[in-house]
């Protein structure tokens, strides 16, 4: 084996330009913003955010490549402030020498401590270098505030069946960089398998394609004959014993069973999934959202069930998570249901959407101005006993009710507490 070949394939085939990265069209399609900061060389400072595999590390490349600048590469758990400083010097005199930007990719961003971040906000803010990180964290929650305000951030998505099995093609396919030196035959059904398995993950499924290829022995036809089994060994996973239509068909019935209330058929619908070889995750993030979206306020602590749930797949893993997924699946198909959450969000969403004539009331603003009538005057609850009535919404929505209670479970209990205007305080 070449030292070319030592490097992992998903490093191999890392993207070099455009034509070959796929995924992220919200962002770099056609007239999208960064296709057009791109297109006319005005890229500045960007956060990159989303899950592993899904491109964020291979644009930021493309980018520095197209802009003409030099690249500097950290990776955030590995660099100090010492390097950061290093790479500061670097490229003021890259820029004073040759009139050369120099674009810092740094590699898990989220990592950086404060005082490594600030070491580069002075260098960010005079254009010494341009910053682009790339996390799987949340950056307006994982990463100092100073960095984030001199960033564009972009959200990355998972990459799609279809592109990830464009991808799995081309590197059987490349004989420069893939595996098309290798006479090797991938199944239909193992190729798709492995797209649908990768769950959006470029990186993962790129590099079990090649363990599965460089570990099967070839067959007498002088061939290397990788199948579905083979596939799902090389990801660590069980293989699906149901497509992708069954898959989609078992969650939906999840779902409408968890909403009917009806226990056993929720019950036997996971389980189902699960002895497929679904990843518990999959069924907990669905009862996080079914918590809020079906029992709401009829009984809140489904949502802390389902959220416990969650943990224990990821703290514990199966089999030992199924038993807490069966518990909050009972409890969530148990509970009592009311949707007023769901719709109370809806309706706030699309008034928040079209509101144009949303003035703040003078009493609620940051500094109110009064006049001799009082008017402007902010109430402070607390000083009538917890609850007062003034006004809240603005004026042009000043009728508008979103949450109505049901009368199930807990909410039948809330009462929305009137005054009357004229009622001596």
């Known amino acids: 084996m070449d030292n070319q070949q030592r490097i992992p394939l998903a490093e191999r085939m890392r993207a070099t330009n455009f034509d070959e990265f796929v995924g992220q069209e919200h962002i770099v399609g056609k007239n999208k913003l960064l296709y057009r900061a791109i297109s006319t060389g005005s890229v500045g400072s960007c956060i990159f955010y989303g899950p592993p595999g899904t491109g964020k590390t291979t644009l930021a490349g493309i980018i520095a490549k197209m802009v003409n600048a030099n690249i500097e590469k950290l990776n955030a758990v590995s660099s100090g402030v010492g390097d950061a400083k290093a790479v500061i010097e670097r490229a003021r005199t890259q820029k004073q020498m040759f009139n050369q930007d120099t674009y810092l990719l740094l590699d898990e961003c989220h990592r950086w401590s404060k005082s490594q971040s600030d070491c580069v906000l002075q260098a960010i803010e005079e254009g010494s270098i341009f910053f682009i990180g790339s996390t799987t964290e949340n950056p307006y929650t994982s990463m100092t505030r100073a960095i984030v305000s001199r960033c564009n951030v972009f959200e990355f998505k998972k990459i799609s069946q279809k592109d990830v099995e464009k991808v799995l093609i081309r590197a059987l396919n490349d004989k420069e960089r893939g595996l098309g030196e290798f006479k090797t035959k991938v199944d239909e059904d193992a190729l798709k398998y492995l797209a649908f398995a990768s769950n959006g993950d470029v990186r993962n499924a790129l590099n079990s394609l090649e363990l599965a290829v460089l570990s099967t022995k070839p067959s007498k036809d002088k ?82 069930l389902a959220i416990s749930a969650l943990i224990s797949c990821e703290k514990l893993g199966a089999p030992e998570c199924y038993l807490n997924l069966s518990h909050a699946i009972i409890y969530l198909c148990e509970a009592e249901k009311s949707n007023s959450v769901c719709k109370a969000m809806h309706m706030a969403m699309e008034d928040a959407e079209n509101e144009r004539e949303d003035v703040v009331p003078n009493h609620l603003k940051n500094h109110p101005s009064t006049n001799k009538d009082g008017h402007g005057k902010y109430k402070y609850p607390h000083d009538f006993g917890g609850y007062c009535d003034q006004q809240y919404m603005p004026d042009s929505l000043k009728d508008k009710i979103y949450y109505v209670p049901s009368e199930n479970g807990r909410e039948k209990n809330l009462i929305r507490k009137k005054f009357s205007k004229n009622k001596k305080q």
């Open 223 to 304: 061939f290397i004959h990788v199948d579905k089994e083979t596939m799902a060994e090389c990801l660590n996973k069980r293989p699906l014993s149901i497509d992708e239509n069954m898959y989609y068909d078992y969650l939906s019935a999840f779902c409408k069973s968890l909403r009917g209330s009806d226990s056993d058929a929720a019950l036997y619908y996971a389980h189902r999934l699960l002895k497929a070889g679904i990843d518990p995750l999959i069924i907990a993030r669905r009862m996080i959202a079914h918590a809020s979206e079906d029992i709401g306020m009829a009984d809140s602590n489904a949502l802390l």
